[in-house]
Each structure stands twice: as C-alpha cells, then as structure tokens.
C-alpha cells in the first residue's frame, strides 16, 4: 500500500516543519510561523479517521493515539480533567503541539498507530515489557533441510517460531523428543550437493544426515512439517496421518518401518498426555487474555490453546497502572495492537476480559489480514469460556503477587508512589526519611504513642520508637502528640543542628507547658536525624496541635494528617491548608495506607503490652474470688488501684461480674490491713 496517496498531515509550528513522520507519508511543504494556539487547532481539525500525535515543549512525541473522529477525540483531552486519570492529566500538562494523519480506514488508522509507538516509544503510551525474554523454538523453513532448535529472539527471515514456552528447560526436552522422534537435525552445517560424513547424530538414531545424502529433500520436508504440526498442536490430523501409514506399511508386509511408526506415534501420544486439556468441546485455536492490577502496577497474561490443550503462556508486566475503566480498555487493546503485531501464530478466536468498544472491527479485520482468515474477538459472559478467563485472571494475580514481592520491583514501587505523592501534596524535596505517629490509649490508662520511620519507602524498624505518655492521666489526643513530638525533637535541637526555615512567632502551648516537658524521661529518644515529611495519625485538630511544636523548634518540615473514613480506612491527607482525597490515586492511597497501618500496629503492640503487663502482676492477685477476668474488668472500670482501694462495697458491686460476697472481701482487703 502506498501510504503516500493514502495519508495527508496536517502540522502547524511556530519555528519549522519537522521531518515527516515516515518516508512514505507526505508533508505540507510550507511552514506556517504563527504561534501554535492549541484551542485555534483543535477548531480546524477533521472528523475523518487517523492518527494523532502529541508533542512535549522538548518536541519530542510523549503520545501516539487513534481515532474515529480525530476532532472529538483531540478535543476531550482538553476539556474538564475532572474525568481523567493521573496519567492523562501529567500528559496534558505537558503538551505543547500536536499533529495528526488522517487515513482512509480505521484499520489503516491501527497499523500507522502501531508502527509510530514502535518508532518512538512515546512515553505515556502503555509499552508492554517482559519480564523475562522467554525461550521459543525454531524451525528454519526457511532452509532447503530445517534445522530445530532454541532461541530467545524472534526475527522475520522466513522461519517458523514456536512459543513462548516458560523455561528453556521445557524447550530442551521437547527439542530433544522431536529429534529422537523425527530425526530432524540441530547442527549448522551448511547442506550443498557434496556428499559429507554423518555426524554422531546419525549412528545414534537422533538425525536422518541429509548431509550424506541418504533422505530427499521432500522426505525430509515432510518431517519437517509432521515437527510443525506437532508444535503446533495438530495432534488429531498428525496421528491420523501416521497410523495411516503404518497401516500401509504393514500392508505392504514393511513390518520395520510400521513398527518405527508404531513408536514415533506411541511418544507422541504420550508427549501430549502431559499438556494441559482445557477444552473437550471446543478444539479451535485461540489465545485468552486476562489481567490483574495492583498497587499501581498490571499483569497482562495470555494462555496459548491449541486443539483445546494448553501449550504455553506469557506475561507482561506494566508499571504507572490505574484502576479505571478507559485505562484497563486502552491496555487491552495496546496489547492485542502490540502482540499480534509481531506474533507468528494468530488464533481463530481471541477471548478477552473486557469490552474494548469501537475498536474491536477494525482490529478483527487487521488480524484477519494477517493471518488470511476469519479472527473473531470475544468477551465470553458464562460457561467454559467465562471460566477459561477467570482462569487466566487468577494466574495473573498470582504472578503479579509475586512479582511485586521481588527487592527491586518493591524499590522501583515505592520511588513511583513518592514521586506521584510529591506531585499530589506539592512537596518539592524528595522525602527519603518519612517519620510518622499514632496515639494508643484505653480509657485513660497506659496511654502510648509510637512513631515508626520509613526510609526511601521501606520500614526501617530499628529507628522506631515508642512513646509512654507521663503527662495525661485522662485522654487528649492532641496533648498525648504534643508530648510525643516535643520529646523526639528535643534532643535533636539540643545538638544545635537546626533547620534554616523562615522566621516564625513562638506559639504558647496550651497542652504541655514547656517547664514541665523538660521534665520528662529523657532517655526515650535520642534518634539525631531530622525527616523530611512528618505524617500523624489524625485530621485537622490533631495537625494544628502538632504543628505548634513544629514551630516551637523552628522546624521546616512539612507535617500532614492521615485521614480516615466512617469505616476506619485511610482515604487522605490533610494539612493546615487543605484536604488531598486520595481515592483517585490508588498507588499514593496504598503507600499512605502502608505507613498508617504500621504506626498503628506499633502504637497498639506497646499499648497491649503495658496492659498485658500490669494486668500479670497486681495486689488485686492476692484477693480470694478475684481472678484475671474481674481483675480486667476492676481496671477497666475504676482505672487505677487507687480508687478501687477507695470504692465502697456497693460502688464495687457496679462491676461487671463482681458478687457481693467477692465485693465484701475486696473491701475487708484494703480497709482492714
């Protein structure tokens, strides 16, 4: 196809014409100089099919994107952005111009998409990455005698790839079954009309040494294809084939070769004994997508079938990932564009786990193009197929929970969602030591606190600390903070190594009078490090509250609230100034969520243990009927010994669980002593 008399674009600069796009594609030849005013463009654009692209203040393409109607398309990402993903919105602030190709189809318009992303690899197109280059195996039809063996890389040079399969070990043994089986040669020799001496290969049964001579170049050809037929997973038409000539061997009283026949199809049998049977009604070739998202990054799987045995699968792995709807539908169908675009095998039917809308005609006739036969693209609702996939979901998930297990995808995470949360919150130095604080307390006793540190996303547990609060004898949230933060700074400002902040007024501190911190236990904290984001468990009174220790030591640290909803889950952050929601941003919401639930489970473990530890060992022990049950519920109710030794036998009764006999002989124990 000539794209030259099929495309046209349209490009508006204020300096010069870039060069085109593709050799093939033709420009306007006179450059226009007035400056580019994208609301002026976007009123001249057509509304015709094509391609756009989107250009960064550096001109360089940062999105490549296709179209229906070009027009509406461009137009919507310049509209209201309360629709669109963050991804969408990084984008939009970034371009500067655009350009577009319109085409004659919506087919024409997926293939100029497809080859621009692999030309330029724009950076906020979804770019599918493996994490692993799987092996394939290949056969060199394109050979006057074929070759068999392993490779990682698929080229386009006339030979038939087979795969991906997920270990080479796999790939080993099944090249050395169709070696044994079909004789087909590994070497590299070159085969011309020179007769040569046969290798090992051929006295140990594993080659039939076209190099000598002794097998025709269609003999050979026909081995060749049996080997195709079987990686191809054509078992029925392959055995069918060779018990037929067994048959006419033995018929024709050629009982040697019928019995080799006899063996090669024995391992055959045996060999897809082991594959994996998926479908028992269906035996179409197709392939089935799925995915899994988590924390912001996905896993696209897809399984191979073929005679309605599983012969392979792969995975993909995307990074910058959201949970929405327009993004999970643009995955997909960047997957099929970018997968299909370079795969050897493409089955009849592809099944897929979501609508991808407008698109799926003109993909299904650019596959069908590729391949020379019908494709069809479904979305199965129930049955074997709707299991198939959420089959293949389950598998993604799985992998993807391993995945992010791994030491370096957990780094490259949590840089990812400190980088959006910088973004998200306005912070302009990188946060590498997050300190963050929670407050437990039960009903006025042993109140605690605890501050837990995350450095470049991770916990680092040996600098944590935990707080007993000496100044409260009844709870106050906002007091407890105080006195948790005036002590974990203290020693820090004692060194003289202080921040260099703008001149602040000293706020009186109505909570924790100044004399009377000085006057705590000194040994709890001497951690020396400043952090660079301070995060507390609580909303806008417990930030305000914090904050006038912040400016008591002249600090400069940014300090923000994690806020949660009626059911207890973080849903954001507040500060002095303003409410962040993070619902929209999935990966900042995990991370922020990782820190909160840490500093809680730290404060709540230190709380549980200073109970447990008051409860194990108490005067009350000494007293006939009172066992750990009532000793609980006499601290629960009188919240110190003190008064319990001041109660009078009917205040005691009040108890929960307490008689008037084990009443009586709690009074008698503290009055008569």
């Not at 000598?212 to 069918?240: M, N, P």
């Not at 705590?520 to 904290?525: C, I, Q």
């Not at 806020?563 to 999935?586: I, P």
């Amino acid at each position: 196809m000539n794209l030259k008399n099929t495309w046209f674009r349209k490009l508006r600069r204020n300096d010069k014409i870039n060069p085109p796009l593709n050799k093939n594609i033709g420009t306007e030849k006179n450059p226009v100089t007035e400056e580019f005013v994208i609301s002026e463009e976007l009123k001249k654009m057509p509304e015709q099919p094509g391609v756009y692209i989107m250009r960064n203040q550096q001109n360089e393409v940062i999105y490549v994107g296709k179209a229906v109607n070009l027009k509406n398309r461009v137009k919507q990402y310049f509209q209201s952005h309360s629709g669109h993903s963050r991804k969408v919105k990084a984008m939009v602030s970034q371009i500067k111009t655009f350009e577009y190709i319109i085409t004659g189809t919506e087919k024409e318009a997926l293939i100029l998409e497809c080859n621009l992303i692999k030309r330029y690899k724009p950076k906020y197109n979804i770019l599918f990455r493996d994490d692993k280059t799987y092996p394939y195996i290949k056969v060199t039809t394109n050979e006057e005698y074929p070759r068999i063996f392993m490779t990682r890389k698929v080229e386009k040079d006339g030979a038939r790839y087979f795969g991906p399969y997920t270990s080479s070990n796999e790939v080993r043994e099944t090249i050395n079954f169709l070696t044994k089986t079909f004789l087909i040669r590994t070497c590299k020799k070159k085969i011309g009309s020179k007769k040569e001496r046969p290798c090992l290969n051929y006295y140990i049964n594993k080659c039939m040494a076209p190099c000598y001579g002794g097998i025709t170049s269609e003999q050979y050809r026909e081995a060749v294809k049996e080997v195709c037929d079987f990686l191809s997973g054509k078992e029925k038409e392959l055995l069918e084939k060779l018990e037929n000539e067994m048959l006419a061997a033995s018929q024709d009283m050629n009982f040697e070769k019928a019995a080799e026949l006899r063996d090669k199809i024995n391992s055959i049998k045996n060999m897809f004994q082991e594959q994996k049977v998926v479908s028992t009604t269906d035996t179409d070739d197709e392939d089935v997508i799925a995915y899994a998202i988590k924390n912001g990054t996905a896993c696209v799987q897809i399984f191979f079938i073929r005679e309605g045995k599983l012969i392979g699968r792969k995975y993909f792995i995307i990074d910058n990932m959201e949970e929405k709807a327009d993004d999970e539908r643009e995955m997909i169908v960047s997957f099929v564009q970018q997968f299909y675009d370079s795969a050897e095998n493409i089955p009849k039917n592809i099944l897929l786990p979501i609508e991808i809308g407008e698109e799926e005609n003109s993909i299904e006739e650019w596959l069908e193009e590729k391949k020379g036969s019908k494709v069809y693209i479904k979305l199965p609702k129930k049955g074997e197929k709707f299991k198939l996939v959420k089959m293949v979901a389950q598998n993604a998930e799985t992998y993807l929970d391993n995945y992010l297990k791994t030491g370096a995808v957990k780094k490259q995470q949590n840089i990812n969602a400190i980088e959006q949360l910088m973004e998200f919150i306005g912070l302009k130095k990188y946060p590498r030591r997050i300190e963050a604080y929670d407050i437990s307390n039960t009903g006025g006793t042993d109140i605690t606190g605890a501050m837990v540190v995350f450095i470049d996303g991770e916990p680092a547990s040996s600098q944590y600390r935990r707080f007993r609060i000496k100044s409260l004898s009844q709870p106050d949230d906002y007091a407890a903070m105080q006195e948790m933060l005036f002590r974990r700074f203290r020693n820090v400002y004692a060194t003289g190594v202080t921040r260099k902040v703008q001149d602040t007024d000293d706020t009186d501190n109505k909570a924790l009078d100044i004399t009377q911190e000085r006057t705590l236990n000194k040994s709890l904290d001497d951690a020396p490090e400043y952090p660079d984001l301070i995060l507390i468990d609580g909303g806008l009174g417990h930030v305000n509250a914090a904050m006038e220790v912040i400016r008591h030591y002249n600090l400069g640290i940014p300090l923000f609230g994690m806020v949660k909803d009626d059911k207890h889950k973080t849903r954001g952050l507040v500060s002095l100034d303003k409410e962040f929601d993070l619902q929209n941003n999935k990966v900042v919401l995990s991370f922020i969520t990782k820190i909160q639930d840490e500093a809680h489970r730290f404060a709540l473990e230190y709380n549980k243990k200073l109970r447990s530890k008051r409860y194990s060992k108490s005067v009350l022990d000494e007293i006939e009927g009172v066992g750990n049950v009532r000793k609980r519920e006499l601290i629960k109710h009188f919240k110190s010994v003190d008064k319990i030794k001041s109660a009078s036998i009917e205040e005691l009764m009040q108890v929960k669980g307490i008689t008037r006999t084990v009443a009586e002989n709690i009074y008698e124990f503290f009055n008569k002593r």
